[in-house]
């Protein structure tokens, strides 16, 4: 009886020591595998096939396949985006030369004879080069043919400076900024994305409206809230303010209807994640941006 209980010992001993060998290695193969993910989304670098038969080989395989997959359609994104650059940008260059032409004659005739429609004539065509110019830097915005500086930055300092140069222009509205955050932005941009959106908002609340802009900074991320007292929008068109030439129903006649889509460009190219909704007194566009350490590529 004693040896039979002697080799049960020894036995459950040495499944003991297998299991926890298996384990280990299961661990070090989990481990492994993630630090490969790790360095796909710093740096590019792919998980590489496995050819052993294991449920753990598979999942292997199934991660570099996802990545391929992932690099694939960002290839494929990256292209379309190109294309329409390129073709925006030759549309581009198609319609300035004629607007040229059409301001130099009325300049000439303003000069000269002018008539009741000269200045009109005028405004419309300065209303045609803003719009082709706007709409060539979106695309180019899409299609990285930009580089953005990303640099450390007081958020609230910047968006002051934004509101300081919209008071001026709109000596009527109250402004007011709250919070605070730091983070790397490229300050250029930011600040044009920002200006688009409260312009915007100014231009959507009457006289003695308001335009509120709040910062908020949690482990993670950094939010900016900007709201306006304007009355909003029906709700079926808030899914459609960040399309390019969209205008919503009481927009104003001098709206592209392209200011806001440049916002969300640029916003995304800082990895944002954009959205606008009816709050109780007018429109609320939120953007959350991810705080990312400035070694990882996205």
């Not at 009741?116 to 080069?129: P, R």
């Not at 953005?148 to 968006?159: L, Q, R």
Request: net charge negative.
């Amino acid at each position: 009886m004693i040896p039979f209980l002697i080799c049960i010992t020894v036995i459950l001993f040495l499944a003991t020591i297998i299991l926890i060998i298996l384990n280990a290695n299961k661990n070090k193969q989990i481990n492994h595998l993630k630090e490969n993910i790790e360095s796909f989304v710093e740096g590019g670098e792919r998980t590489e096939y496995s050819t052993a038969d294991s449920n753990f080989a598979r999942l292997q395989n199934a991660v570099a396949e996802l990545e391929n997959l992932l690099l694939l359609e960002k290839s494929n994104s990256a292209s379309q985006a190109k294309s329409n650059a390129d073709f925006v940008a030759d549309i581009s260059h198609q319609l300035k030369t004629p607007l040229a032409g059409l301001r130099l004659y009325c300049e000439m005739e303003q000069g000269s004879t002018p008539t009741a429609y000269t200045e009109k004539e005028l405004q419309l065509i300065a209303k045609m080069e803003s719009l082709v110019l706007n709409l060539l830097k979106l695309e180019k915005i899409k299609s990285d043919a930009y580089t953005m500086e990303f640099t450390e930055h007081n958020f609230e300092e910047i968006i002051s400076e934004i509101i300081g140069s919209f008071k001026p222009m709109f000596p009527e509205k109250v402004f007011e900024i709250n919070g605070k955050a730091t983070f790397r932005f490229d300050k250029e941009w930011m600040s044009e994305a920002i200006g688009n959106i409260i312009k915007n908002a100014c231009e959507h609340t009457d006289d003695n409206g308001k335009i509120s802009v709040s910062v908020s900074q949690s482990e993670g991320s950094v939010t900016l809230v900007i709201e306006d007292t304007g009355g909003g929008v029906p709700n079926e068109q808030l899914s459609l303010l960040f399309n390019r030439f969209y205008r919503a129903n009481n927009a104003s006649p001098e709206s592209a209807g392209i200011g806001l889509a440049i916002s969300k460009a640029i916003f995304e190219k800082h990895h944002a994640t954009v959205t606008a909704e009816n709050s109780k007194d007018g429109l609320k566009i939120t953007a959350c941006f991810p705080l990312i350490s400035a070694n990882i590529k996205l």
